[in-house]
Every structure is written in C-alpha cells, then in structure tokens.
C-alpha cells in the first residue's frame, strides 16, 4: 500500500528561523511526484513546492526547499527566514501514474512565533 | 488564486437534506477531483472526473454523487444529509488525467449541517 507519514503533528518556529517538516512515503512506483500544500488558517489549499522523483536536485522555491531522499523514501520541506504568515498547516502528498488520486499525509501544524 | 473557482463558499442545512456543490476548473484543466476535509483532518479523496467521464472513486458515500458536464464544470451532489457530513469539500483541477499532474485547489465550501 501506498502511504504518507507526517511524524510531527505541531512545530513551532521563530521569526527569521529555519524550520524543517519532516516526510516520509512508502510506494513501490518510480514513476512519482512529491508535493507540499500549505493551508493557512483561511483553509485554502496552496501548492508550495513539487519534486518529479525522476529528478535528483531537489526543488526550491524562494523560502522554501526540499531535501528528497529518494532511496530513504524522505522528502522533508526546509523553510528559512520564516515569517509569521507562514503559519498553516503543511501537508504531504504523493502521486503516481498509477493511481488516480493523491495520497496526503496527516500533516503538520506550524506556528511561527513573533 | 489558484484559478479554480468554487461555489458556494458556505452552506448551511439541515438533516435530510440535499445540497449541491459547483466547481468551474482552471482553464485549460480537464480533470476535476473532489475531496472532503471534516474539522482538524487530512484531505479524503472522492472522486475523480476526467472530461466528462467518471475516472476514479474514492471513499465516496453512496448518498453523494457527482459529475462533470461538457463545458468541464462539476458538481457534486450530496443527499440525505447527516451531521457527519459537515465539512470542507475541496475541487482540484489538473491539466490531465495522470496523478502525476499537478492538482491545483479551490477554495472550498464550508458545508454545515445541522
């Protein structure tokens, strides 16, 4: 079965800090992509960052970056100079070729502090 | 902005009920994905339209239905309405009809039920 663990229910950061949200998938695919959706406290759902597994750079953004260990099955999200409307809930998500639906993680409450 | 619009953005009902919720795709997009979030959950997939045709089902009720008419828009029916039903249901929309697209969310409807 296919699946997404987010281990860290909440985190909290500081202003100007770095933070990381850690990721991890089981599948038995190749063919995938990774996703971070934030959703801020309006409930909107907002693609942060995707990483194709087929590529070993990892995929940055701005603030935002990933660190894809693809034989770890990892793919944690790495925020720098974190500000205060960065606060959301992270989700992970996960999808193949093979099936039609993404697969999200549980995920993590953020809330950076002033 | 996604691009993905959604209406209403709140409904309020009561038991019995039967409600029904629009979504318009990005412009471009063919596929249309519903999904439901109750209070403080991960996203549950519930199905999937790809121009036109039922593509996927996910852990949809019988009592909801859905589909996607030829100018791309999509509905998604709900009957019989129980308090359990109270919740956040997304659309998505992508370009194609592989996982592997990237899903891109609308803002919501926040359906209450009383």
């Known amino acids: 079965a296919q699946t997404v663990t987010q281990s860290q229910p909440e985190m909290s950061v500081q202003e100007a800090e770095t933070v990381t949200l850690s990721c991890t998938y089981d599948?038995?695919?190749?063919?995938?992509?990774l996703f971070w959706y934030k959703q801020p406290p309006s409930r909107q759902m907002i693609l942060v960052i995707r990483?194709?597994?087929?590529?070993?750079q990892n995929a940055t953004e701005n603030r935002f970056s990933v660190n894809f260990q693809k034989a770890a099955k990892s793919f944690s999200l790495k925020i720098s100079d974190s500000q205060l409307g960065d606060t959301a809930m992270y989700f992970c998500?996960?999808?193949?070729?093979?099936?039609?639906?993404?697969?999200f993680g549980t995920g993590t409450r953020l809330k950076v502090l002033a | 902005d996604s691009g993905v619009t959604q209406t209403p953005k709140h409904l309020i009902t009561a038991t019995g009920q039967r409600v029904t919720l629009r979504c318009s795709p990005r412009?471009?997009?063919?596929?249309v994905y519903w999904y439901q979030q109750s209070l403080d959950q991960g996203l549950q997939f519930l199905i999937q339209?790809?121009?036109?045709?039922?593509?996927a089902k996910g852990n949809i009720l019988e009592r909801f239905s859905a589909q996607q008419f030829p100018d791309l828009h999509s509905e998604l029916n709900l009957s019989s309405l129980e308090l359990g039903d109270s919740a956040l249901y997304f659309c998505?929309?992508?370009?194609?009809?592989?996982?592997?697209?990237?899903?891109?969310f609308g803002p919501g409807t926040r359906l209450t039920v009383l």
């Open positions: 998505a929309s992508s370009v194609g009809r592989v996982n592997t697209d990237t899903q891109y």
């Open positions: 599948t038995s695919e190749n063919n995938y992509y």
């Open positions: 990483q194709e597994a087929y590529k070993q």
């Open positions: 998500a996960f999808g193949t070729s093979g099936t039609y639906k993404y697969i």
């Open positions: 412009s471009g997009d063919l596929s």
């Open positions: 339209y790809y121009n036109g045709e039922e593509r």
